[in-house]
């Protein structure tokens, strides 16, 4: 792995190397290429944004706000012009072009873009709107890190992988809109292109269904409001992806509607047996009319169905249940995504499965780390086990052993792959690092699932997608999440410590290619990033992992 800032950059001098680096600073994700110029632009002679083309007119406008929300940066309304513009930033679409589907199956979801840098004025240029819309982001962090002055010069860039994206659980704890929006707001910040969100489950069911009113009591999104969220992230191109945790996790369903499962069965505590009733006709119609209403409210194809952690349900009727829900979903057009557990039924090269169950068996050493990987993976199993009770342990453990074979079913099924490996990709779990902050440290205690061991920042940059999804081939892992689950989060502040900086390592595992990266070129170049999150009033951890440029 190349601790350099730039890929590509084998036979460079150590000033050339500086001057990549100057051009990267403050960038996450690292771009794919850079070339340093000469000369320098002045930030405040940037005055406003030209565009060539009306469709970029909406990226512009998003831009515009988004650098000022995140530097205070305020450029003036957007002009159409096909002439040069000196001191500003000019949007172009190259010819041919369209605006992209918002697809992160579309290849316009690597958002291909080229920025040039020159003495006059910033200039980006792609052949769709999202495209301009990540490189936007990079001018933003620029921006954002600059003293006064940009270095002149270009960046190619474009994305590893199709997928970038977070899931985040609303269900265990309910996040407002408001709160949902600033979240897209840090995904865009880091180029991601997926908001998943986990909105059923044991605890709450938090999104309006017209023809099961009794699903939602208190904090929910009505309808209207989810098609906020959709818009507000769309306009971002990044798509939600509704989750409707089936045949298992269903306990507030369960509990609103008692016909939905067996008689008897507990819906609360940890790990309940809150499963479906397979066998009756109402958890039946229940399904296709709740996902018939769900389709309605997205902009993208996909449709999360959960498929995960059916404790206690024979595994025959869990596949048949999974088989029936993702046809049900293919006969609408719409794509199903489901937990690596979905892969035990009939799934097909069309849908995607995410894997999470994860042995710590894959990754190579990494560098500057002496202990043996299987010892570590070991290791932390046994750590984690202390603290789980007896009988969930071994309901766990059943699960757990289920899934050794999910992977190679997987890649048996040609079915594209989705990595959040709970090593590297939960955001829930303990901190580990101590942060710069008193209450910080005080507000940690308790936040992440006490059943992982507690999680330095360098395990959410350390990993590689590729290996972790083996044996599925590298051209069906399609992409990466991030997952914040809820358990322990009682505030939008908590998640937010949960979130940053945690998050922007995963997006540049997933964003720049595996040779380009390196955990000491990213810990120098998101030290800066501190100024955006605080400017905003996000609540980010602290961690003594960084040398934070302000606090
Ligand atoms: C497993 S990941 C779950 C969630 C928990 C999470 C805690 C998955 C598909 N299921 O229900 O919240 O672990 O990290």
Known sequence: MMDSAQGSAAVLSEAEVEDVNQLTNGLVPLPADVRAGSGCLEIASL????????????????????????????????????KECPGTVHLVLTPGSDIGT????????????????????????????????RGLATVVQMIAAADGVLPCGELRDRAAYRWRGLSLDVARKFQTVEEVK???DVLSLYKCNVLHLHLTDNEGWRLQINSWPKLTS??????EEFAQIVDYAAERFITVVPEIDTPGHCGAAIRAYPELGLAGVSTTGPFPAANLDPGSIHAKAFVREVLTEVAKLTRGSFIHIGGDE??????????????????????????????????RAEIGPSEIIQHWIDFGQHEPRPEGNDQEPDNEGRQSQE????????????????????????????ADKGAWVLASPTNNAYLDRPISEESLSRSQNDAKTGLGLAY????????????????????????LVLGVEAALWSETITSAADLE????????AVAEVAWTARESRGWESYRKRIASHSSMWTRRDLHWFQSTSVAWSAT
């Open 102 to 133: 918002l697809s992160p199956l579309d290849t316009s979801a690597f958002g291909e873009h080229r920025i040039s840098i020159t003495e006059r004025g910033i200039r980006i240029s792609a052949a769709h709107a999202e495209g301009l819309h």
């Open 218 to 223: 208190e904090e929910f999104y009505s309808q």
């Open 497 to 504: 410590l949960l979130l940053l900086p945690r998050l922007s």
């Open 47 to 82: 005055r406003g944004i030209c565009l060539n083309d009306l469709s970029a007119l909406g990226v512009a406008d998003i831009f515009r706000r988004t650098l000022d929300m995140w530097t205070g940066h305020m450029l003036a309304s957007p002009d159409i012009t096909d």
């Open 310 to 343: 059916s404790f206690g349900m024979d595994d025959a009727a869990h596949g048949l249940f999974v088989s029936e829900v993702v046809a049900f979903l293919r006969e609408m057009g719409r794509t199903a995504i489901g937990w690596q557990e979905t892969s």
């Open 383 to 410: 750590a984690s086990s202390q603290r789980i009770p007896a009988e969930v342990l071994e309901m766990l453990k059943a699960n757990f052993a289920k899934a050794t074979g999910d992977k190679a079913r997987t």
């Open 452 to 475: 992982y061991p507690a999680t330095e920042l360098r395990s959410y940059y350390e990993w590689d997608p590729v290996l972790v999804s083996q044996p599925v081939a590298p051209s």
């Open 182 to 184: 600033r979240v897209i």
